[in-house]
């Protein structure tokens, strides 16, 4: 069994979240880091589309990871397995991160000269929305299962993140999802928003999204 | 396209919600109403358990349903067609109800003599499970795609129900859930907890679930 470091995260004592995400974000720039926060329902994918993302990028970025979680060390595990350093974040009890809280993350993972650090947030549409975290880019998974008409019903998820993954493409016989209609209802909320729809599981997809995150990075640290 | 009220709910100003939740229960008690708080991820399959149930308890109980959602009134819609009294409330935003909005949504709904009322819940797996509602009992919905290690990584909202679906059990061949284990999971954190496994979509397990809510009504009503 994988050993994980595990941090206690601390309620934030800011008030003024959007301050310390700036601020965060300034770091990240001064130091050429960049930080993804990846958000999603529970059991949409994030640990499995990381852990393709980390293949993919394998020898072409240095990634990190923090994987927050009300409890347990399941995803921080199967992430460590991929070789990529890896911390557990525990939010004890809470539904999402804020700025200063991913800070405390980050300076528990330790990135040293990483390129790429993704914050798997807690599994959840509707409060890790609300908080900028102070990462560069957010991406939201939704997966077949979940149906099409989820922008419709957590608009503000939709909204704030700068790609959306479809994932699970490859159960796609099994339920009535309609793909159309699911770029539509993102579009309604968010028109700038890149769309991938993609298989974790069977890997189809994945290389463009990969490309995209890396294009990202090498932008972030070059301008 | 069917027309449903919808009621914008208040964020409650009660600082005790376990005596608000208390004081609904009571009176629900007075009236022989049972409400029924289902939980679950976005996209687990609420509106179609609902919508088998209603099918499922037809001519046997006088049912109510009210749709707690951020926005958008497409699950109302759905639960309109089955011919019962539906209410969508919209929670501007709020990730959960606490009993005060629960007791303003009832207000809306009128339940007169109705058995049972539904209170479908924001879709979350966090913060629902923090707030008595005043409902009689819970209930969550786990989907086989949302893979069974969540009753590790959501403990809170395991521990807090009084049944446990398992739903879209029809798709488990495509799917790597290992229904063993999650029953071993949900055990871990709720050695009482009723547990059902059902696929809304094809009516498997479904009658097993309606019974043991029309015994769960029938006991609040003559106990």
């Given at each position: 069994m994988?050993?994980?470091r595990?941090?206690?995260?601390?309620?934030?004592?800011f008030?003024?979240?959007?301050?310390?995400?700036?601020?965060?974000?300034?770091?990240?720039?001064?130091?050429?880091?960049?930080?993804l926060?990846l958000?999603?329902?529970?059991?949409?994918?994030?640990?499995?589309?990381?852990t393709?993302?980390?293949?993919?990028?394998?020898?072409?970025?240095?990634?990190?990871?923090?994987?927050?979680?009300?409890?347990?060390?399941?995803d921080?595990r199967?992430?460590?397995?991929t070789?990529?350093k890896?911390?557990q974040?525990?939010?004890g009890?809470?539904?999402?991160?804020d700025a200063?809280m991913?800070?405390?993350?980050?300076?528990?993972?330790?990135?040293?000269?990483?390129?790429?650090?993704?914050?798997?947030?807690?599994?959840?549409?509707?409060?890790?929305?609300?908080?900028?975290?102070?990462?560069v880019?957010?991406?939201?998974?939704?997966?077949?299962?979940?149906?099409?008409d989820?922008?419709?019903k957590?608009?503000?998820?939709?909204q704030?993140?700068?790609?959306?993954v479809?994932?699970?493409?490859?159960?796609?016989?099994?339920?009535d999802?309609?793909?159309?209609?699911?770029?539509e209802?993102?579009?309604?909320?968010?028109?700038k928003?890149?769309?991938?729809?993609?298989?974790?599981k069977t890997?189809?997809?994945?290389?463009?999204?990969?490309?995209w995150?890396?294009?990202?990075?090498?932008?972030?640290?070059e301008?």
């Amino acid at each position: 069994m994988e050993k994980v470091r595990i941090l206690e995260i601390k309620q934030s004592v800011f008030a003024n979240n959007d301050r310390q995400a700036e601020l965060l974000r300034r770091e990240l720039k001064e130091r050429g880091l960049f930080l993804l926060n990846l958000m999603s329902s529970p059991g949409s994918g994030k640990t499995t589309t990381l852990t393709r993302l980390i293949e993919a990028l394998a020898g072409e970025l240095a990634i990190g990871v923090m994987e927050a979680d009300i409890d347990s060390d399941v995803d921080a595990r199967t992430i460590a397995k991929t070789g990529v350093k890896t911390i557990q974040l525990h939010t004890g009890g809470m539904c999402h991160l804020d700025a200063a809280m991913t800070r405390q993350g980050l300076e528990g993972l330790d990135p040293g000269a990483l390129d790429l650090v993704v914050l798997e947030n807690v599994g959840n549409l509707v409060c890790p929305a609300e908080f900028d975290t102070g990462a560069v880019k957010s991406m939201a998974i939704l997966s077949v299962p979940e149906g099409h008409d989820k922008p419709l019903k957590y608009p503000l998820m939709f909204q704030v993140v700068d790609a959306v993954v479809i994932n699970k493409v490859d159960v796609m016989p099994y339920f009535d999802f309609d793909l159309e209609k699911c770029t539509e209802y993102i579009r309604l909320r968010n028109p700038k928003a890149e769309i991938f729809p993609i298989s974790a599981k069977t890997g189809q997809g994945v290389e463009a999204l990969a490309q995209w995150l890396k294009n990202q990075v090498k932008t972030w640290k070059e301008t």
